[in-house]
Nanobody, 116 residues
């Protein structure tokens, strides 16, 4: 079993910053991709950013230039630095880990609220 524990969410004013962290533990043998998704009320869960084991990154168009994903392989931790936050970034943010065998695990989610 793999456990993903997110932290760093909260309430921030528009234009502010937050840093999310997600620590993976358990039976981790081969991590392929670590990513962050978000789900706003009444909307589908969407990919925010992802990073492969080789360090390649992918971002949603809506966050390019504002968010940065990074990972610390020694700590099995992935981070999401969020700058210039907008009210439309308000959502529950979920950490995702996908192994090389395409098995996917999810964190419990952390709320990010951006006030205008």
């Amino acid at each position: 079993q793999v456990q993903l524990v997110e932290s760093g969410g909260g309430l921030v004013q528009a234009g502010g910053s937050l840093r999310l962290s997600c620590a993976a533990s358990g039976s981790i043998f081969s991590i392929n991709v670590l990513g962050w998704y978000r789900q706003a009320p009444g909307k589908q869960r969407e990919l925010v950013a992802a990073i492969t084991s080789a360090g390649s990154t992918n971002y949603a168009d809506s966050v390019k230039g504002r968010f940065t994903i990074s990972r610390d392989n020694t700590k099995n931790t992935v981070y999401l630095q969020m700058n210039s936050l907008k009210p439309e970034d308000t959502a529950v943010y979920y950490c995702n880990l996908t192994t090389t065998s395409q098995v996917s695990f999810w964190g419990q989610g952390t709320q990010v609220t951006v006030s205008s």
